[in-house]
């Protein structure tokens, strides 16, 4: 049995990964860490969990936590696991991290976008970006994972086969984005009221999002080029759920066959990835509640373009299900396990 | 491994049935029935189930399907059940009949209020109200289990115990829930498009809801006497869940605690019951997408009346969730087998 | 043109006093105030009013106040009328108050429902409780206008005329109210997310919420017997709208025609009050954006009781819509003077 | 007073034009055609108009109406009005056609696009597309005026003066939308339910969406060659709105400041189009009920692109408000009259 602990165990995503793992075969939470609600019961704070969870918040101790556990998920905001980890915690236990500290290999973009500086460079090119149809070999063995952003995930696996292949215009990339509320955290804000955000649509950090570079990044890789797209974010009256709307020219003449069979190639095995059938479109309540992405294209010959579609639920393949695979990834588990949620519809 | 048959597979229950019987260990669907999409793959009507459930939709052929499975479900408009069934059936095959038909027991009172006459009113006595919790050994020992309505499970639950115990005083007793719009099923209705029921709240069914006489039977079996009360059902614009607010007076003098320890008697060893703490009250979300039923109350010593409240998600508990409870104590299995779903929030 | 000066218009009844006022021809609102965002555009606080609004936000200096204004509209908290107002204030300048401070008549009941001292009893005997089609011929000779709250504008105006004639069992009234969110105002508190009201419902304050006494003492005044009832507040995810369900038994067996008579005596000639048709309930949609209440009833002969049901805008009739009918009468205007709004659906 | 009357008074456009003429001074309608409803009462189809509308449905006569009316509105599906008009119709009655039929000049790609024969192409050179801030001076002398389409106002209105002026390249641009769902009307399909739409966001006719010929024909008259673009429209869980985030590439160099200029050559004076602030994004809630557009923009100079964002009521500036507007002009009245309506927030 996997001992785990969670710090920002109230946060959404942190949530999340309490939902998930309860259900987990082989793992155990035994540190509920909520630097707001210590000594609170964790089912006073999350009352879906009563009588499921009998736990108390604790504090944000990593080394404490060190001592006790097989892994740590840290679901909180951007600097802090960069500035408690170091080569004594790493050497006894692994991390997952949630935020974005170790996305970035390029420590001074990185800095740019967060606004801060890295507490902790030294283990960047360690840490395994953990995208784990994209990276599935390093995570296995790595001590510091990088879970990737919500926006990021989708935006990333939307378009990968096909930058991989070499098939679209990487300066030609658009990415428009709509995602669901439960993205913008728990925090009380007044633009987050649900009055604010209901019967409401809205662009938000256009041109300025923190995950662009992320995907530059990532997609820079894929291709073998040094990229720069635009992206967009949309907050949407709902709770979950991300759509990304992609457009890239088609390099060369390609027919949905071809397309269709790239996209097979990279994910025809992958469980967690489900290219539509054609003409079917990803919507997000199709994956609700679980780690699946939906992926499909269209084709559009009279601009010459592809127009690239994909869904995930943000919380789960975009936060704490992708984190849990990465767990099972990291101990040798079947990669599924505790994953296999049926997505709820309605 | 039980062969399960369902009929009336692509409404909104029977969709719940997949999402559920798919992760039962013990449980196999063999049969989605679907007049409306014969032939069709049952994952292009919920695509929720692409790549989970490959199977085509089939007849809604009872005598046939008699002969290849263990229990059938029939998640089907009022009066298709009792039309069916008969004596050859039952001999080969369990039946947890989701609609109305064998709910309540005076044929006279069903008749009048599903303006129908009963196709087979010689099974009435024989069938079981699956409601679990209250029938569970007659449950164990069933042939055909009438599942309890949504609303009706909700609305009994919540004042069972006292009712049984003569703490209220049942003439007293008025019902206003509010549902879900799943509750109002998936067929295409302009009364049910998301623009007219989105930003809107309305009662209807006011004095003639369906629900009534079954919520009257059955309370009246726990008080021990004729019940006559009003219940008013009202649409939410949410897709899941139901709660209801229960007035009564009480009939003798009755503190916080004498109340508390008469709802732990009955349902201190409930898994799906979950009697809340002090001043907490329910809310849908916190059941959603699982079995449980949140329970709480208020004595008001101004005007001598007790409020109670409880909360299912109606698709669940208030449909499949308990047609699922239902089968595994019909087959010797764990009760709660393929219902441990952790709420999910938000 | 009166002057009009507004306290807390940042807040959601103040934003909609100043949509309506907007549009008032006799009308023109000379202070924007709203401590929160002193100096700041009104529009940069509700951007549906750029180019609308030019002016900034004000201090809350009520005696500045009164010497530019012809009236004074405090959409306030409870208790920041009553600091402030005093006889020179008064003597110079009406006001219309939002909060609770002079709604209730026994200032015993108001301090222990709030909880707090009343800084000013001796203006409570002269204030007006402005439900307009009630006690209309106060408010035009008033100097202080209380303006009622909006759960219990539509508690109220829905059992009024039934209360008025006796033909209820006011110790067997029962109101189970809903209301959408914006009630909740529009300060940051995190149980007013989008993502904890969305896809919820819920009770609070049950037996406890401080509109009860409002409802009792007006009820008992219309009925001429003390009144002590039970009201239920529930939170709907969705913006604008209350919804009231009442309950009580009839003292004497009365048709639809009787009732529907009874209705129609007391609000037949009321412009903003609406009186369905046979069987056709109340939606919070079919009043939304609106000042009108629309109300009808069922007999239930099997209980004995009726259901009625009440719907307003919360914002309008329950708050900013009244408000202005209320500066209406007291000016000596036409009463639906900037109030002919349409309801808008969807 | 101008007499109108409605052809297709039932759906969610021809509600809205209700709405909006009901408070129109110069206005009456005289007839409310629904071929649906012919002889139920208005109000019993939109119960928001209970005691406002008295008026029956009527049939679908065009040619009766031309004799009693001055104005005729086609809210109806494409190809209604084509295959009714005439030159004696044409010789009595101005008409403002909401549907498609006239909006196309080029009657080859108006019949591939909507897969229909044009029924009076003979008329198709002397419409007048309906945009008033651009077609202003032909809409004053129009007999016939093609009403724009909702995308498609939203669409051209945010890129036009860019177009216009050359400061983009117009193979590069690429229009992602979102609407409400009212946008879908109100007729009874599965897809359109509250259960299927709430939570859930997705794209649809990608590439083949019939607004795409409509906006290309528009921009290619502003910018002057002809355009090709991709558009993408959503659906989103809300009743009104539409949000269209648009991207091109800047063919020069350009400052916020040069950008900003622009936009207030074009629009400084005109009273439904706002430009907000810097930095300021759209958000439909803003303009709900209204008849603005909201536009801003964002210039990345990483990518050398633009950003424009544009947000209008889909049922007021993309359907009865611009009609009305239209009106207006046709009829010699004040532009905005009977359209002062202020947004509703929230």
Not at 92 to 106: E, Q
Not at 146 to 162: D, F, K, M, R
Not at 227 to 252: C, D, Q, S, W
Request: proline letters at 3%.
């Amino acid at each position: 049995m996997i001992k785990v602990g969670i710090i920002g165990a109230t946060g959404y995503a942190g949530g999340e990964l309490v939902r998930i793992l309860i259900s987990h075969k082989d793992a155990e939470i035994v540190w509920y860490g909520s630097k707001s609600y210590i000594n609170q019961k964790y089912s006073s704070v999350y009352r879906n969990m009563f009588q499921i969870v009998d736990a108390e918040c604790m504090d944000d101790n990593m080394e404490a936590l060190a001592e006790q556990v097989d892994v740590i998920f840290t679901a909180t905001p951007q600097g802090f696991c960069a500035s408690l980890v170091n080569e004594e915690i790493l050497s006894k236990v692994k991390i997952i991290d949630l935020s974005a500290d170790f996305r970035i290999k390029d420590v001074s973009v990185y800095e740019k976008w967060y606004s801060m500086k890295h507490k902790s460079p030294q283990f960047i090119k360690e840490a395994v970006y953990g995208l784990c149809e994209v990276n599935r070999e390093q995570v296995v063995h790595a001590r510091l994972v990088a879970n990737p952003g919500c926006y990021t995930t989708c935006s990333i696996l939307t378009a990968y086969p096909l930058a991989k292949e070499g098939l679209i215009d990487m300066d030609s990339l658009i990415i428009d984005a709509k995602s669901g509320t439960s993205g913008a955290g728990r925090s009380a804000k007044t633009a987050n009221l649900f009055c604010e955000v209901n019967e409401n649509i809205k662009a938000y950090g256009v041109a300025t999002h923190r995950h662009t570079p992320e995907i530059e990044e990532q997609l820079g890789y894929a291709s073998g080029q040094n990229v720069v797209l635009n992206f967009t974010p949309h907050l949407i009256p709902m709770n979950r759920g991300i759509l990304a709307t992609e457009y890239a020219k088609l390099k060369r003449n390609a027919s949905y066959e071809d397309v269709k069979a790239i996209y097979d190639k990279y994910y025809g095995k992958e469980k967690f990835i489900r290219v539509l059938e054609k003409d079917v479109y990803p919507e997000t309540k199709w994956v609700e509640g679980s780690n699946y992405v939906d992926i499909n294209f269209k084709i559009d010959e009279r601009t010459g373009r592809i127009i690239m579609m994909g869904a995930i639920d943000n919380l789960v393949k975009g936060a704490a299900g992708q984190a849990v695979q990465n767990m099972n990834l990291m101990f040798g588990l079947k990669e599924s396990e505790g994953l296999e949620l049926v997505p709820m519809f309605p």
